[in-house]
């Protein structure tokens, strides 16, 4: 049986459940039955978690009829990316490495979750150790697209973009570092967000590349995203780059809605050759569509961002090098050679050589060289200086504008198999998102209409100044309530591949 609850908005859901309409045990009961459904064909989730997720839903509906005064997202169920730590169900992030691996305690991010009494749906796929932009790279197969079940659904967070557009979860959590949250939002038809880094806690959730890593919302709505993203967000003693600093009204923003007099600029950098035509049409009827609404929208060129690419592909790997040196064979999981015979340093070998992927061995290498001492200067050092001058362009820009926009990903979502062996192609899938990453600012795709050549979902993306993230929800929820009146919301539409 397949419920017309798991077509709702996080926030319709939420205020059924105040209203006594419907209770928490079967809005989670609902998801846990679309799951079993879908999921043998969407292949989003690695772990379901159908007992403890009713559990938490049951307490919700047994504390609301005792007159507890509950948050407001209290009972609504969420998929997390399989890369945050839970002391109750497995952690792999996607690799072999780490199958069977039970960690002994909850990420911040889960805790953060619990604290808002959602239930935990359960794990959700993405790229082994999130390096990827499709979901290829997991060790325990591809998730699929639910609007065309032969394409990618984006990545790294595949898994859990793939479950929300599925109607597996109402929301759900991903990770970006380059891109993980905003591409697979944008190739599923969904509001994607990277909030300003540091936003959002990094403790438990296990290291690819330090100084870009963000946890941040996917969900159908702009202002589901938003209020996921309050309920994750604010300060965390216990990871050294957390702000401490108010969180940006993001939910009042998403209810404003509203753009008359703010200034858009449009990132010259980001159109032309490589980009899909109807991925360039959808996006300048946006930008028209802004202009409408009363924003003032002019061309801004951010020279280096041409240069983003190249220089995350150096920050990204060196850090990961050195991240994923903890995985030795003898503290997680996987462990190949230990039958008394081989050294301890050949048991790390053979364990890093089987339990490792292909993407993650060429990071790895990729990083220890760009680290090596004589290279260090030429390549990470280098990069570093790239990196500085991304930030300086968008304060420049900043100055004189109040948020950037460009299309999320050059294209729509990709087919299977179209990219695996060409890791280049693949990188291109970030292009315009990268720079948000390199200089920690806050950054949201929000779908804005589908791509005439192949009718699939195509992603506005939203740049605002570091600590500005409540700009994204306000121009982000004009868009989608603008697109709302004109054509029915995109997002609610019923998945193609899928059927209903
Ligand atoms: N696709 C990019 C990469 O492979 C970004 C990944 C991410 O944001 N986690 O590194």
Not at 103 to 125: E, F, H, Q, V, W
Not at 434 to 457: F, K
């Amino acid at each position: 049986m397949d419920s017309e609850l798991t077509r709702m908005t996080a926030a319709a859901l939420a205020a059924a459940m105040a209203a006594g309409e419907v209770s928490a045990a079967e809005v989670t009961r609902a998801h846990l039955d679309r799951i079993a459904t879908v999921d043998a064909r969407v292949h989003a989730f690695l772990h379901v978690a159908g007992e403890a997720a009713l559990r938490v839903a049951r307490s919700v509906d047994e504390r609301r009829a005792a007159g507890e005064a509950l948050g407001p997202l209290a009972g609504i169920p969420i998929a997390l990316k399989d890369i945050f730590t839970t002391a109750d169900m497995p952690t792999t992030c996607g690799s072999a490495i780490l199958d069977g691996w039970q960690p002994p305690y909850d990420a911040t991010i889960t805790a953060r979750l619990r604290r808002a009494d959602m239930p935990i749906l359960g794990k959700s796929n993405l790229d082994e150790f999130a390096m990827g932009s499709s979901t290829e790279n997991s060790a325990f197969g591809t998730s699929r697209n639910p609007w065309d079940l032969d394409r990618v659904p984006g990545g790294s967070s595949g898994g859990s973009a793939a479950a929300v557009a599925a109607w597996e979860a109402p929301v759900g959590i991903g990770t970006d570092t380059g891109g993980s949250i905003r591409q697979p939002a944008s190739v599923c038809g969904l509001v994607g967000v990277k909030p300003t880094y540091g936003g959002s806690s990094r403790y438990g959730l296990v290291a690819f590349a330090s100084s870009l890593d963000t946890p941040g919302p996917l969900a159908r709505t702009v202002l589901d995203a938003a209020l996921v993203h309050e309920a994750i967000s604010g300060h965390d003693p216990c990871d050294a780059t957390s702000v401490d600093a108010p969180v940006p009204p993001v939910v009042a923003a998403a209810r404003q809605a509203d753009v008359s007099g703010l200034r858009v600029g449009v990132v010259s950098e980001f159109s032309g050759e490589g980009y899909q035509p109807g991925v360039l049409a959808r996006f300048g009827e946006a930008v028209e569509l802004l202009e409408s609404l009363g924003a003032k929208v002019t061309e801004v060129s951010c020279p280096h961002f041409t240069y983003a690419l190249p220089a995350y592909y150096l920050i990204a790997p060196s850090e990961a090098s050195s991240n994923l040196a903890r995985f030795d064979a003898m503290r997680y999981g996987l462990r190949v050679g230990d039958d008394g015979t081989h050294s301890a340093e050949e048991v790390m070998s053979l364990t890093r050589a089987r339990g490792f992927g292909a993407e993650v061995k060429r990071r790895i290498m990729l990083g220890t060289y760009a680290l090596s001492s004589g290279y260090y200067d030429a390549y990470y050092g280098k990069a570093q200086q790239v990196r500085t001058l991304i930030i300086r362009d968008f304060e420049a820009a900043f100055e004189q504008v109040d948020v950037l926009v460009s299309p999320t990903t050059p294209t729509t979502a990709f087919p299977i198999g179209e990219r695996t062996d060409d890791p280049l192609a693949m990188y291109l899938a970030d292009l315009c998102t990268i720079p948000s990453d390199l200089a920690g600012n806050a950054a949201l795709s929000v779908p804005c209409g589908l791509a005439p050549e192949d009718g699939l979902p195509v992603g506005l993306q939203i740049m605002a100044p570091v600590l500005a993230d409540d700009r994204l929800y306000r121009v982000g929820a004009a868009v989608e309530a603008a697109l709302d009146q004109r054509r029915g919301h995109p997002l609610l539409h019923d998945a193609k591949g899928l059927g209903s």
